[in-house]
């Protein structure tokens, strides 16, 4: 978790000016993280969010600025143990939904195990602005820009039955190879009529993929069974549509917010024949169900259609790119790309409240927590009737639960554990333990 350091609020006007009602926000937020994709990051850090609980209005009018920065102390089970700075600059004004700007720097690096010993996993560096009124009512507007090296990321081959049980002769990278990937993403929305939204995405991407020698990547790459193990630079542009009625973008207790769109992929040098499109959809809708406590339920499905780098096989989603169907953003406790393929499934339900409030060194915090159950698969091509991936569904489960602390208006932390069968492929351990900031969908 970050470490307590006090929250700086920076106010215009006196704090006694009313707080107008909670509204309903024009547009989702990206949904990044510390360990979302790309960049994994994730991996990234989502637009500061906060919640509220229900007996109060968030304050949108009062201008201030809310600054939050700690030590970032944290991690999960697929990066090992993480350590950096996280810093985030609120800017609150006009009745602007949800801010007028935010921004947010993320330093992070985590170590872990490896087979010499300790090592440094993953080093993770972003910055990202978000400003949700560019044109006022009308279009809102991100940027994001991250570099991640990830030394030791999972490749367990390109199926949803994808082998554990390394060979005798296997080293300790046999499993794992080298990622390197930086990465130029924008995401323009525009208010096309109440709730409905047009959705636009551009990206810039380069990836550097290093196999192992005498890993499973490598025998794979031999076999000429996988694409993309060599520099490339990618672009890709999404299109869609969007309809968000959350009560706000924060903490949800009640509405929906759903995307659906496309995009396309072309990636350079042309030689290396990587080029595809992606089609998906995610639903999310939320319930009150007495008290502080709100049901939460998402689905997605995503598929690619083309010519997909193996790592990208790993990863769905048109406008926010997560690890699917394991890690932090699918199926929890399912270790990050332990399976993979073009067509990927992920539902997740959660219970989650914020219960608690007090306050310490001058700042507001509330304490909650969740319990969840997510369930999911990958399917290694669309030949249904004949898919040697599995007997049965195929479905890949996780369930747990966790903490959520929100520090002021704008920022909400949260830390969780899940068991799945397959989390003892992460080197035996039987959970998946996640930090990242904001609710998970």
């Given at each position: 978790m970050l470490l307590a350091t006090p929250q700086v609020v920076f106010a215009d006007a006196p704090t006694s000016t009313p707080a107008p009602a909670a509204a309903t926000a024009t547009a989702p937020a990206i949904e990044t993280h510390v360990s979302?994709?790309?960049?994994?990051?994730?991996?990234?850090?989502?637009?500061?969010?906060?919640?509220?609980?229900?007996?109060?209005?968030?304050?949108?009018?009062?201008?201030?600025?809310?600054?939050?920065?700690?030590?970032?102390?944290?991690?999960?089970?697929?990066?090992?143990?993480?350590?950096?700075?996280?810093?985030?600059?609120?800017?609150?004004?006009?009745?602007?939904?949800?801010?007028?700007?935010?921004?947010?720097?993320?330093?992070?690096?985590?170590?872990?195990?490896?087979?010499?010993?300790?090592?440094?996993?993953?080093?993770?560096y972003l910055w990202q602005l978000d400003v949700p009124d560019l044109v006022p009512k009308r279009v809102r507007f991100t940027i994001t820009s991250s570099y991640q090296r990830t030394i030791d990321y999972g490749y367990f081959g390109t199926s949803n039955a994808s082998s554990s049980a390394a060979a005798s002769s296997a080293n300790g990278r046999y499993f794992q190879f080298d990622l390197r990937e930086a990465l130029l993403r924008s995401l323009t929305r525009v208010t096309l009529y109440g709730p409905y939204m047009l959705l636009v995405a551009a990206n810039l991407r380069y990836v550097d993929a290093v196999a192992y020698a005498d890993s499973r990547l490598s025998e794979d790459a031999a076999a000429g069974s996988i694409r993309g193990l060599r520099a490339l630079g990618h672009t890709s542009l999404a299109v869609g549509l969007g309809y968000d009625t959350r009560d706000n973008e924060?903490?949800?207790?009640?509405?929906?917010?759903?995307?659906?769109?496309?995009?396309?992929?072309?990636?350079?040098?042309?030689?290396?024949?990587?080029?595809?499109?992606?089609?998906?959809?995610?639903?999310?809708?939320?319930?009150?169900?007495?008290?502080?406590?709100?049901?939460?339920?998402?689905?997605?499905?995503?598929?690619?259609?083309?010519?997909?780098?193996?790592?990208?096989?790993?990863?769905?989603?048109?406008?926010?790119?997560d690890e699917l169907p394991g890690g932090p953003t699918g199926v929890r406790g399912v270790p990050v790309g332990r399976y993979r393929g073009p067509l990927k499934l992920v539902s997740n339900v959660e219970l989650r409240a914020l219960l608690y409030r007090f306050h310490l060194l001058g700042a507001e915090f509330h304490l909650g927590g969740d319990v969840f159950a997510d369930c999911g698969r990958a399917f290694r091509d669309y030949h249904f009737g004949h898919n040697a991936d599995d007997t049965g569904l195929g479905l890949k489960w996780g369930a747990g639960g966790g903490l959520y602390l929100q520090w002021g208006q704008a920022a909400v932390f949260r830390a969780e554990a899940a068991y799945s069968p397959d989390a003892t492929a992460n080197r035996g351990f039987p959970l998946g333990i996640y930090v990242a900031e904001g609710v998970m969908f």
């Open positions: 979302d994709m790309p960049l994994r990051a994730p991996r990234d850090m989502q637009p500061s969010t906060s919640a509220a609980p229900s007996s109060e209005a968030i304050d949108y009018t009062t201008p201030r600025l809310e600054v939050a920065g700690a030590p970032l102390i944290g991690g999960n089970s697929d990066i090992g143990f993480e350590f950096g700075a996280v810093a985030t600059v609120t800017r609150f004004a006009d009745g602007v939904v949800p801010y007028r700007w935010n921004s947010d720097v993320v330093l992070a690096a985590s170590l872990k195990g490896g087979p010499g010993g300790a090592e440094i996993a993953q080093q993770n924060f903490f949800p207790r009640r509405g929906a917010v759903h995307r659906v769109g496309v995009k396309a992929t072309y990636s350079l040098p042309a030689s290396a024949d990587v080029r595809y499109l992606s089609v998906g959809a995610v639903l999310a809708g939320y319930l009150p169900i007495g008290g502080p406590f709100v049901l939460a339920a998402r689905g997605l499905v995503d598929a690619q259609l083309g010519n997909v780098p193996f790592y990208d096989l790993a990863l769905g989603g048109i406008f926010q790119v």
